[in-house]
């Protein structure tokens, strides 16, 4: 079977990505690429379209007839966006994309959600590791947006549309945004090793402890799962244990042969900060097969290899 895929966020950063290795898992699959910003996307079909736009959505939707979609629309988290951008960006097209195809019940899509583990928020250490059916509890803008996400996803599921939805914990690797601290500290190591700022990098608190996995293990992840996971069903992805930005910071750092200075700076402390957090990706595992491949040092190596 040939399937017709179609992309929405693409021209974002796992958007960019994942067009790669989907041909691996869906032989001889069109990919359809939309955002509302032109993108390069190699050979891909790219459709300019804002998917808060019902007529302009529901009209390429009709030509495409997608088997498949994932979407991929959405804002990561961040200490400089508001309430109203949240919504906005993470919920409102997911509820319009979700609202058009159930008005065309001429197709049934598969429709892969993606959340984040920042739903989860603060979790007891001693109920980790987080698993699908831990309570949401969020504590920030952005997990509050997933959060709703998350909620009309079961609502949509349960009328009876094939959605599946997808938490990644911290998705990590080459070219990250830099409104994320992971990629706001790629950026300040790369001016380091190119001479063109001091040897000193600005964070926030260190000592905090994620759940780290690799975009190639993700962008796998997002695959199987879109083959082979269950109807309704939400899959954490992640690598299943605890790593402190201290550690990834050092290993980072410990590349470049001069030293180089931690500095706190008060504008990137976040309030209501969770200290550790970590998921079980056991589910996954079990339904579809897939497990992480890649080291968490292998993969800091490749974040700005000098």
Known sequence: ????????????????????????????????????????????????????????????????????????????????????????????????????????????????????????????????????????????????????????????????????????????GPEMSEHLSIGNFQNQFKKIVEKKSSSRIYVGNINVRRDYINIEDALRAFCIAAKKGRTGETYNVCGGKAISIKYILQRLCSQYKGKIQFVVDKKLLRNNDVLVSYGSNEKLKKHTGWKPHVSIEKTISSLYPV
């Open 1 to 172: 079977m040939n399937e017709r895929i179609l992309i929405t966020g693409a021209a974002g950063y796992l958007g960019k990505y994942l067009t790669k290795p989907l041909p691996q898992y869906f032989k001889k699959c069109k990919i359809y690429c939309i955002d509302k910003v032109y993108s390069k996307t190699k050979s891909k079909k790219f459709l300019k379209c804002n998917v808060s736009d019902k007529i302009q959505l529901k009209r390429i939707l009709q030509k495409v007839r997608p088997h498949i979609i994932f979407h991929l629309v959405g804002i990561g988290v961040s200490i400089n966006y508001t309430w109203q951008q949240f919504f906005d960006v993470n919920y409102k097209p997911t509820e319009t994309l979700l609202e058009v195809l159930k008005s065309i019940p001429t197709f049934k899509p598969r429709i892969i959600l993606f959340g984040s583990a920042a739903e989860y928020g603060t979790v007891p250490v001693n109920e980790m590791p987080i698993k699908e059916e831990t309570p949401l509890n969020p504590v920030s803008p952005y997990g509050c947006s997933k959060a709703l996400q998350s909620m009309i996803a079961k609502y949509y599921s349960n009328i009876g549309m094939d959605v599946i939805l997808i938490r990644p914990f911290n998705i990590i």
